[in-house]
């Protein structure tokens, strides 16, 4: 490609090449220019806003430099690239993340300090990018940090939402949903409207014979959409790798806008058709654990799937290189099931479009793809009706019907006598209606199956797909334990500790080898550092009771135990539990004497998460939350000794936020049911220390920093079963803790009754499905364990510095780092 390009003009563009700015001084004028003539300001009308987006700006210049040389480098290369498709990317903020990993935070400070601004003020402008629901974005988005910061030639390929996850308001302790429009002015996108793909839904498949009188298929008639590709650059830490996620948007086909409609005065329905088109990428579907089978849902996992294979594979034909070649050019990672599709779309372009023979075709759909399960929970897994598909995708429900009779011949060949496996690992589901199981055609149509932590890795192999491991033999399923990416959960969201850290682990190595920490367990005994090392907690912990005071005009004492529980709101993540913890609490220090109370060490329980729109027993435990809120913290009695705060509308800035603050965090799921969690990792990394179930990886955790240094209470996996088995078809009582809080409850201490009937009953009278009875005893002990525990500060500021100095293991470079050996066989690039 560049000896195409004549000498003459060739220099012409390398003496003209941008360079970005290189101190304060270029920077600033980079900001000033930006101002001026991108925005069109000046500076007697710059406010934060103008300065934030001219900031943003003059960064995004910078690295779509970087960008560019990454993005030819590997097209020189030509290297194998990995392609990390996932429908939720949970980006938050991305201003002060690029400053930090291109270095370049002290020079913009210092420049927007002259020109009369607060960096802390600029930064705080940005909209969260909030393209996820909860633990699983969050993943994606750690992920491309990690593939940029390793060097590996990664892209992310996801949906551009015009609405992201909905904001939460609480209106008289109700949870109330907002939209969340994004996009006003978004500097860190490019839109390629040059970058396009039609992408077919509906219509009909007829067959036909080719010149060589085989017989193919024609996928005709229905209707097309315009996917466009917005590109995000992903700068690395500490180096010039600056990666891609493109995000689709949907519009309307050139050819569907009609304008014979427009012109003669049908404005509505020539409006409607376009409108119906950009619905596709609209809004981001809030649930997270939760699968609610609405077509337009699988409209987007289409769309989206389809337009980054045209993309995927555009890219692989320039190469010239011979199809069964294509696995060691591309491997594609689906993050959950949703994105399925894509092993049926490669599938279909190989044998449709591009005259493969099937068995050829699939040799390389299965090479090419790897699957990652994220839950167990029977009701996120997801299906869809053989009608909807036969509808909308026609040609792909045949190839779905083919993969499942090769498929199931090869399973009944090894298992001729077991007539039941074959219904029970049937891709579709022959109840009423049929269903595809998504999970089982990613199985089928991947090499390798992961789970993202220990023991839901073993449980996926035991439980839910335990004849696939028969089938397949154990290599083809493996773990690959979820990490963190601490650029953003230590550096950024904890400067003063990562500045502490930097300086006694030898600079700021630690964070691309992040078991450098390990150094720092020669200072837990340290006077002084433990010293700094608590001050720093308190500070965050000053600039969170702010944020409290601030926001929901509730004063707490920094002083006080910070107790946390931030996620989604669910009932197997049992916030419920959490607080009917809390009232127990409330109940006990009602019956203290005086003397007694002053004995207590002051708490502050902090929650926050966001419910599924429609989850309604979610929305209750919010509701119940508040309710003890407003009775606890006005109660005279109380005081200091307890408040209860629920923080509106919990996202990725926040968290930057509540986990630096934290002393202790709850990861209280029903043991079998968190898949991995992957905040109990950032808690840890931050200096607090954890209150748990043996679950996720929680286990890993308490494996790596020791058993002394974590709070285990509760049932364990293994006997999950038995105990629901007995609440089913055996006696079961209440705890007598727990009924004491359903009396209070009851008796309407926390508003009408008829509210949280459905919390107390859950657990009363249907089953306890999720073990709050039988766990809340040891979750109570367990808590009076911690008060005792954190009455010594020495002591327990030595177990988070011990704890933090463990934590390296888990890292997103070193999870990225496994994926890569195991799965992508796939190598960074030098640069
Ligand atoms: C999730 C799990 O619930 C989390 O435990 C896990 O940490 C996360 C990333 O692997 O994936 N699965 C899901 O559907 N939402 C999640 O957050």
């Known amino acids: 490609v560049e000896a195409s390009i004549p000498e003459p003009q060739r220099e012409a563009w390398t003496k003209n090449q941008f360079d970005g700015f290189k101190n304060k001084d270029e920077f600033e004028k980079e900001v000033v220019r930006h101002v001026e003539t991108t925005l069109a300001r000046s500076m007697f009308n710059c406010d934060d806003v103008a300065a934030y987006s001219a900031t943003a700006l003059a960064f995004r210049d910078r690295l779509i430099k970087d960008w560019n040389k990454t993005q030819q480098r590997q097209t020189f290369t030509d290297s194998k690239r990995i392609y990390y498709l996932s429908l939720e990317f949970l980006m938050g903020r991305a201003l002060d993340n690029a400053m930090l990993n291109v270095k370049g935070k002290d020079i913009a400070k210092s420049a927007l300090d002259e020109l009369g601004f607060r960096i802390e003020d600029i930064i705080g402008q940005e909209n969260d990018a909030a393209l996820g629901n909860g633990g699983l974005g969050r993943l994606a988005a750690c992920f491309l940090d990690s593939m940029a910061s390793l060097n590996y030639p990664a892209w992310g390929y996801g949906l551009r939402y015009r609405y992201g996850i909905f904001k939460q308001e609480i209106i008289d302790g109700y949870q109330v949903e907002v939209p969340d429009y994004w996009l006003d002015f978004n500097p860190w996108e490019f839109p390629r409207h040059d970058v396009t793909v039609d992408i077919q839904f509906y219509g009909h498949v007829r067959k036909s014979q080719d010149a060589n009188g085989k017989t193919v298929a024609n996928w005709e008639g229905g209707e097309t959409v315009t996917a466009v590709a917005y590109d995000m650059p992903i700068p690395g830490y500490d180096t010039p790798s600056t990666n891609n996620l493109r995000l689709w948007s949907s519009k309307a086909a050139s050819g569907e806008f009609d304008f014979q409609k427009f012109n003669s005065g049908e404005y509505e329905s020539s409006v409607a058709d376009q409108q119906r088109a950009e619905t596709i990428s609209a809004v981001l579907y809030p649930n997270d654990n ?371 603050a934290s002393d202790l965090s709850e990861h209280i799921s029903t043991a079998g049911t968190e898949a991995s969690g992957t905040s109990n990792m950032k808690f840890v990394l931050n200096g607090g220390l954890i209150i748990g179930t043996c679950d996720g990886a929680n286990i890993e955790i308490t494996r790596e920093i020791g058993q002394e240094n974590i709070f285990l209470f509760g049932t364990l996996s293994e006997d999950v079963e038995d105990l629901r088995h007995n609440h089913t078809y055996g006696k079961h009582a209440v705890d007598s803790g727990l009924q004491k809080v359903f009396d209070a409850i009851t008796s309407g201490k926390f508003g009408d009754a008829n509210d949280f009937g459905a919390l107390v009953s859950a657990v009363r009278d249907h089953g306890d499905y999720y073990l709050v009875s039988d766990d809340f005893q040891s979750y109570i002990d367990t808590q009076k364990m911690v008060d005792e525990e954190y009455k010594n500060q020495e002591e327990w500021v030595s177990k988070c510095i011990r704890s933090v100095a463990r934590m390296g293991f888990f890292s997103s470079d070193r999870c990225i780092n496994e994926y890569a050996e195991e799965i992508w066989n796939i190598e960074p690039l030098a640069v």
């Open 290 to 660: 939760l699968d609610r089978g609405k077509e337009l849902r699988l409209k987007q996992q289409y769309f989206w799937v389809a337009a980054s294979l045209y993309d995927i594979v555009r890219r692989f034909k320039k190469s010239k290189r011979a199809w069964r070649e294509f696995p060691d050019q591309v491997a594609i990672q689906l993050n959950d099931t949703h994105p399925t599709l894509a092993v049926v779309e490669l599938q279909r372009i190989l044998i449709d479009k591009e005259g493969l023979e099937w068995d050829e075709a699939w040799a390389i759909v299965t090479a090419t793809f790897g699957y990652t399960n994220h839950t167990v929970l029977p009701e996120a897994l997801e299906k869809w009706p053989v009608g909807l598909f036969q509808h909308l995708l026609p040609r792909h429900l045949q190839i779905i019907y083919d993969i499942n009779l090769f498929f199931l011949q090869s399973v009944e060949k090894r298992f001729p006598d077991d007539r039941d496996m074959l219904s029970r690992v049937s891709i579709i589901e022959e109840s009423q209606p049929k269903m595809v199981r998504m999970a089982y055609l990613a199985i089928v149509g991947s090499h390798k199956v992961n789970g993202v932590a220990e023991l839901h890795s073993d449980l996926i192999q035991t439980t839910i797909f335990k004849d696939f491991v028969k089938i397949y033999g154990a290599d083809k399923f493996t773990n690959v334990t979820n990490g963190i990416t601490p650029r953003r959960w230590l550096h950024q969201a904890n400067p003063r500790l990562s500045e502490l850290i930097a300086s006694k682990t030898g600079g700021y190595d630690y964070l691309k080898d992040l078991t450098t920490l390990n150094k720092l367990e020669q200072y837990v005994d340290d006077k002084a550092f433990r010293k700094e090392w608590a001050e720093i907690k308190y500070a965050n912990k000053v600039r969170l009771a702010k944020y409290i005071k601030s926001t929901l005009d509730i004063t707490v004492n920094p002083a006080a135990l910070f107790d946390v529980q931030v996620k989604r709101i669910h009932e197997y993540k049992r916030q419920q539990l959490n607080i009917f913890g809390v009232i127990y609490r409330y109940l006990q220090i009602k019956e203290m004497s005086a003397e007694e109370r002053k004995k207590q060490a002051p708490r502050v329980s902090i929650f926050g998460g966001k419910a599924a729109p429609g989850y309604w027993m979610a929305k209750q435990i919010i509701h119940l939350i508040n309710n003890v809120g407003s009775v606890v913290n006005k109660d005279p009695d109380v005081g200091d000794l307890l408040k209860v705060i629920f923080l509106e509308d919990y996202n990725v800035s926040k968290a930057e936020i509540i986990i630096p």
